[in-house]
């Protein structure tokens, strides 16, 4: 009688086993045959993501970036442009010569315009409290609350964009990095007097076709898993150098966020939330991503250069100025250089 109980149990674990490897056979199956819906792959509800650096759920936890006792940057509200400057903690010399080039101010200008630097947790201590001072001094950085990575550059841009629409409501954003050159000599005027695109502007450098492939090696410091995002190329993006954002464009932009799950490319990762919120990126000579011997006429075009040192930083200020002219100083900006005029 006891051999036949066993008998019996035995034959039930075997049917099981072979059930749920049945089961298991018919998801993958399925798996194949019908994809995941839509192009962003997301975290399921409570999981972490798996780059370091990142606790949100799902999409990007706002609340946490937000959490902490730093003092926000001081900002007027409805301003025609809020540059906003992704800076390390420890790239003090880069910071103080924004200030006293393009980021300085003469007096009261028509269309008002600020910068604003924005800055993670520093690993080491000392140079946390050198941030804190520094933002005392100068009431200019938002600091998040994330380990500043390069890696974390997303959560970085995220945090800004959210508390300069929450707090200031500029006509535009413009986002940039502390290596950049930024022409605020033309760009708030243009932008005010100039340009047309009131709403739904999202526009910089974009890159080529080729260039938007999703980078799958993990040693790259571009490295994006498939679990992360899975399709193989990135959608149309303006390059992390410098992009220009209507406010409504970056309050879509926010509230694609919440729902789309991040990756560690900040540029690639607007580009996706774009498209999410059906916004098309628009390319513009004005951003230049490489740094060549631009002559003084250059600069009555050039809104953002890449790559300069802050030496570069002050000759770059200094071409500006005598690129300056009296009367058809908007008028110029908004025609492209002359053949001649390029370098």
Known sequence: MRWWCWKRLLCASLLLLLLLWCLLLLARDVQKKWPVAGRFRLAPRGQLLAWPGLGAVQGVDFASLFAGSHASPRCDWGQVLLILVTSAPGNVEARHVIRRTWAAQEGQPPNRWQTVFLVGQAAEAEVARGVQREQQ?????????????????????????????????????????????????????????????????????????????????????????????????????????????????????????????????EDAYVGILAEEAGVRAKASARFAKHNVRWRVCNYRYLMVIHHLSPREQEAAWRRCRRGRAPAVAVRAASRPPAPGCRR
């Open 137 to 265: 001094e100068f009431g200019d950085i938002l600091v998040g609350n994330y380990k500043d990575t390069y890696r974390n550059l997303t959560l970085k841009v995220m945090h800004g964009l959210k508390w300069a629409s929450k707090k200031c409501r500029p006509r535009y954003i413009l986002k940039t990095d502390d290596d950049c050159f930024v022409n605020t000599d033309r760009l708030p005027a243009f932008l005010a007097e100039v340009n047309t695109v009131r709403t739904g502007l999202y526009v910089g450098s974009l890159f080529s076709q080729e260039k938007r492939q999703v980078i799958r090696e993990p040693s790259s410091k571009w490295y994006v898993s498939r679990q992360d995002y899975h399709p193989d190329e990135y959608p149309p993006y303006a390059s992390g150098i410098g992009y220009v954002l209507s406010l409504d464009v970056a309050e879509k932009i926010l509230e694609a966020a919440r729902r789309v799950r991040p990756i560690p490319v």
